[in-house]
Each structure stands twice: as C-alpha cells, then as structure tokens.
C-alpha cells in the first residue's frame, strides 16, 4: 500500500496541468491537464494501491510524491537534520573581516564599526583553517560583514589562501561573499573567482531612485550607478560561467508600483544571462534602531505570486533557480561545526545576535588562539545547537518542513524562543511556475503509457 508525501507543494498552471515540488527529494513533475482530475483524487486519499511498474506511478514512486504506507517521512527529516547540525563533514565558517559599512541602509540591523581584522588575526584565521580543513569533507566559506570588500587586499588573499589549503587536502571548497557590490570592480572579481569565491549576493533595491534612497552610500549619492556598472563590466568582461550572482531586491511597501520598471531595467543587462539571479525579500524587523514599520511589507506573499513570474517572462533567472532543499536555510548558529569569525578573531553563531545587547553574550561562544584552535565555550554552544522545546505535531506534517524542521533559525528558535514560521510556500510554488514557464520540469502525459 501507498500513501501520499506530505511534503508535496502543488500547483496549477493556466492550462491547469499539475505542477508538484517535493520538499524531502527536491524532486519537480507535471502532470498534464487531461489526467490532472484522475490524480487530483488520488492526492486525497489516505492510503491505496497502485502498480509501481506503471510509468505514471513509477515516475510519482520514484520522486517521493508517492510513498510506502510505512515510510515515516518525519523521522527521515529528523535523522538527516542532526546529521546536519551535529556532523563534522562540513566546516562551515562566516568570515567578517569588518563590522564596517560605506552604506546606511535604512533596514539594517548592524551598527558599523570602523574596525577591521589585524594582521595578526589573519595569521590565526588561517592557522584555524589548517587545522580543520584535513577533518573535513566540504569547506563552505561566507564572506559578510559591515562590507568584505572594503578591505579588498585583505579580503583576496585570505580567499586565496583558503583555497589554497582546500587544494592541499583535496577538499571542495564553496566560497560565498554578501557585498553591496560598490568595490566589487571586474579586476577584484577575477580575483575572487580564481580562489574558488563563485557565489555573490548584492541588493540593488528597485530602480535608480529607489535604490539610492533604500541603500544610500555614505558618500556617493548615485551608489546605484556604480553597482549596475560593476555588473555590467563582468558580464560583459568575463567570460567564465561558474560563478553565479544574485541581484537581491528588498521589498518594502513603496517598491510595489516601481517593479515593472526595476525588472525591465534588469532585463535590459541580464536577460538570458543563467549567471545572473533575480531574488525578492520583504523586508524584515531583525533589530537595529533604523528598522522603521512602514519599510516591512504586509503582502509579501502577493510579491512571490506575481513578480517571479514576470521576471520569468523577461527572460531573467529568477525562483527556477532557488535551493529550495532540505536544511538549506541552516547557517553557522544551526551547526556545531558552524563558526562567525569577527574581525578580532572571537567566534560568534550569529550576526544578529551579535548586535542585540540582550544577547550578544550568549552568541559569542568563544575564540582562535594563536595555534589556531577554536576555544569554545560548550555551554553556551548547547544554547544554539541543543533543541529546547519539543516539535509540535502541526509541523511534521506541514509541506515545509524539510526546510526549517520547527525551525530554520535557532537564534528565534532557542535563544528569543520565538519560532518564526517562514512560509515559503508561495516561494515554492513561484519556482514551479518558472520551471513550468522554462519547460524544466519532467511531463507525465497521456501519450506517456499509450
């Protein structure tokens, strides 16, 4: 007997095929419109029969829609989460080479801090590397701040560096940078490139105007210009397609009637251009004293509905590709073997944290001495890592779940003990419909088993 996955997200389209996302197997299918009400029943049933040889059935059995009656999905969710927080196979580690900033966004949380790491600190940070890269199976390094490339020197040879080490023992290496994009000019880019430095994240936040006003530079009234132009520049001077670059936009109430605009000024540079990423974020409360309640949006949900598909419609990347996955969302405060190195060389699990006077104690959980060994405090660590509330029943069987298991971030969950429900959906069923749009998803049609 068989039962349906509760972690399916469907959706339909306009010729209402069934468009299905499973959340445990990262799994896509479409399931054409004249065999839709057939299985449209089925997905409501509790248990039946079905031959597992049948194309359609195989296809359904296979992705992990459909699932063995005795299969517990929840506990395989469980299973693989404490392989995540408590394993060692990755080292994951949030570099800050500055809590420094050239912009004042008018939603962040951080208070710039004109330090900036030592010689010294640098020294031990890579000794810190030394160490643990031969332990480990995947290093995924994170280049935050304040801004990482205010120190470009700096910034390119610890990458360099770390690749270097990663290259010696022969371990993967996924370098990650979150950048306002202002100094990341095309020389600096290939640089990063060539230490294996391949993903970016920069926030233009609606068209010239908007962005400018959104995230005003400290000193340049036109930040905007020079971000679109530095991403031009590499577009258009590098030849390479690993990297890729998501242009991120957060969404605050006054952004909605300028959309149409700031995706045709996208499209106009980036369309059909796979390397180049469209991202939408309502904006959020996480602390600070410039956070005001008329930037946080109140229809983030009708964002996701409409604008990911228009952005599809330009011919720009846009939900398609998100990895919406297992864990995906779990950062250094989710991991035991998960650190925020701050520019003084003291070990942290959270930037938010991090700038919350109530909790800033608890998030630093310790420090790199000068052989390079993680000093950690194991109690406050067990504070982050360490479930303390049991798992309501409501989120076994939410479709999400594989996502956040009660909880994607632990700095809500364990330490303001306030669980916070991202909602996704509508982000999944966004990337449905782009992958529908962009023909990526495999069809079960009529023609299928004639």
């Known amino acids: 007997m068989y039962k349906i996955s509760a972690y399916n997200i469907v959706e339909k389209n306009d010729n209402n095929d069934l468009l299905i996302m499973n959340m445990r197997t990262e799994r896509h299918i479409k399931i054409a419109s004249e065999l839709a009400n057939e299985f449209s029943s089925l997905f409501e049933q509790t248990k039946f029969d079905c031959n597992p040889e049948d ?32 394993g060692s196979e990755t080292f994951s580690v949030t570099l800050m080479p500055t809590n420094d900033c050239n912009f004042r966004c008018v939603y962040c949380y951080q208070t710039p801090d004109p330090k900036y790491m030592s010689e010294e600190v640098e020294k031990k940070v890579l000794r810190f590397f030394e160490r643990k890269v031969p332990h480990s199976k995947k290093v995924r390094v994170s280049w935050f701040g304040g801004e990482p490339l205010l120190d470009r020197e700096q910034t390119c040879r610890m990458a360099n560096e770390i690749d270097k080490i990663c290259k010696k023992n022969q371990v ?16 600096t880019f290939k640089r990063l490139i060539a230490s294996r430095l391949l ?20 000193h340049d009234k036109d930040s905007f210009k020079m971000i679109l132009d530095n991403l031009i520049k590499i577009k258009d001077q590098v030849s390479s397609n690993i990297f890729q670059i998501t242009i991120r936009c957060n969404v605050t109430p006054a952004m909605n009637e300028h959309f149409e605009t700031y995706l045709k000024i996208l499209a ?3 369309r059909n251009d796979t390397r180049f990423h469209v991202y939408f974020q309502g904006v959020r409360d996480w602390g600070g004293d410039r956070i005001e309640e008329k930037s946080i949006p109140k229809n983030e949900n ?39 190195v701050n520019c003084d060389g003291t070990l942290h699990k959270c930037t938010i944290a991090m700038y919350n006077k109530e909790h800033e104690d608890v998030d630093s959980i310790g420090y790199i001495d000068d052989f390079g060994r993680d000093i950690v405090d194991e109690n406050k660590l067990a ?7 049991p798992i309501p029943d ?11 298991v009660n909880g994607s971030c632990f700095y809500q969950l364990n330490i303001r003990q306030e669980a916070r429900c991202n909602k996704l959906q509508e982000v999944a069923k966004a990337q449905l419909r782009c992958m529908d749009y962009k023909n990526m998803l495999m069809e079960i049609e009529e023609k299928s088993y004639d």
């Open 199 to 218: 993903s970016y994240e920069i926030c233009i936040d609606g068209p010239q105007e908007m962005h400018n006003q959104t995230r005003p530079h400290m």
């Open 268 to 270: 106009e540079y980036f």
């Open 55 to 86: 194309w359609r059935y195989k296809a359904l059995i296979d992705g992990g829609f459909i699932i063995a009656e005795n299969f517990n999905e929840a506990r395989w969710v469980e299973l693989k989460h404490n392989e995540v927080v408590f």
């Open 394 to 404: 409501s989120c076994r069987v939410c479709e999400m779940y594989p996502m956040c």
């Open 383 to 389: 504070n982050w890592i360490v479930r303390q509330k």
């Open 302 to 340: 009708e964002i996701y509905k409409v604008w990911y598909d228009e952005a599809a419609k330009m011919n720009l990347t846009s939900a398609e590709s998100f990895p919406l996955e297992p864990f995906v969302g779990y950062c250094e405060g989710n991991r035991k073997n998960g650190y925020i």
């Open 172 to 187: 993967p290496l996924i370098g990650v940078m979150n950048t306002n994009g202002y100094n990341l000019d095309v020389n």
